[in-house]
């Protein structure tokens, strides 16, 4: 199985992680922007912990969210944390099991974390947490109270220090393996939307607005 | 935004996340074996580094995988790691930002990794490895070589000390924001297969196995 694909940004390698990031600014926007959920990489009294959660982009800066109470939140805000975004976008079939892969876009981003405790930046970062998520619902759902901003912990990252991985087309096989009769290429994979779901609750006749109906 | 539904497992937590572990094993097997991909998280110098990676599960042991010259691998031998797979299910929809949410199925396991040298359980790691990201290949496509074998770094990780957080249904909004006329709801997502996009180099009129093309 190759590992070259899914291979990690070691930190080590980081003067050309660096450059990459820098280099690749689009294309670091372009995963973020794709994405719904991220994982969150902490240290926890010196252990490792990944946790999913939700993210928004605002210009050059990552915020993720989440409850004051969430130790996870209060232990990110004390040291380095890792994001990393990754879409799987194929299975990569070779003629090899060694040369078997996946097609993906993967973005890492190292930081230490700024708690946004300014009011105003918090609704900036909550709102971009939203329409990363649920775009098109900042405008018609409650907003937030001051009690709940109050509730809620936000993290700012700086997208300085980031890197994306990008792999992309047919396996890679060893030269001596094209001569088998074995299938290869690739099978897509997507993440697509179902049919919304009304809430049981939802007064009658109440329409699904059209940026949930037509998500993409 | 509600966080409460995609908070973390906290480490401190522990004792309650074990015994969940434990309760829940079909459920801890069910996320495992749904995905194709894991989060790795890893201390490196102090600071995590979140590693999108492949992986499978033989019984009660989580296998994963990558080059011999991997960093991260080297890393992830030397301490305690944390594994987390996640499917999103659905973007919840509720009458309030704050308690927008996500509908999810999450695995998070630690351990302490054990390096597979023994050839017999590092083939039995690959098959798993290789069978969860491509189901039937291993038995059509050519297996590895022992000089393959040999540049594959394979850990094994225990599943005991292991928790699973689900999340399902309608969003819970506050009492009085059921008045609110608001569509409500979840919109489900979902992750699909494409057309198989063959190979240039393969030969003429080789069919597209059964297992890649049924799919689901």
Redesign the interface.
Known sequence: ?S??D????????LGRARERGRLDRPALYEVLDAG??C????????????????YGRHGDTLYV???TG????RIAEA??????V?H?D??V??????H?S?N?R?A?I?AVPRPVEDPEEKLTA?RA??ER??PG??D??????RR?LAA?AVLALSLEEASVKIRQG??NDDEE??A????????????????????????EG????DH?RH?R
Do not use: N
């Open positions: 199985m590992t070259v899914l291979s990690p940004t070691a930190r080590t390698r719904m959920i994982h969150l990489g902490v240290v926890a009294d010196g252990a490792p912990m990944v946790i999913p959660t939700g969210h989440g409850s969430a130790k996870s939140l040291g380095e944390i890792c994001v990393t990754t799987l194929g299975i079939l070779a003629r090899s099991i060694f078997h996946v993906y993967s890492m190292y909550l947490v939203s998520l649920a619902q900042w018609v759902a409650r907003r937030p109270t709940e809620t047919p396996p393996d094209y088998m009769d074995v299938w290869a290429g690739v099978l897509p994979v997507r993440q697509t939307f179902g049919e919304p779901v009304p809430d049981a609750r939802l007064h109440t329409p699904v607005p949930i998500r």
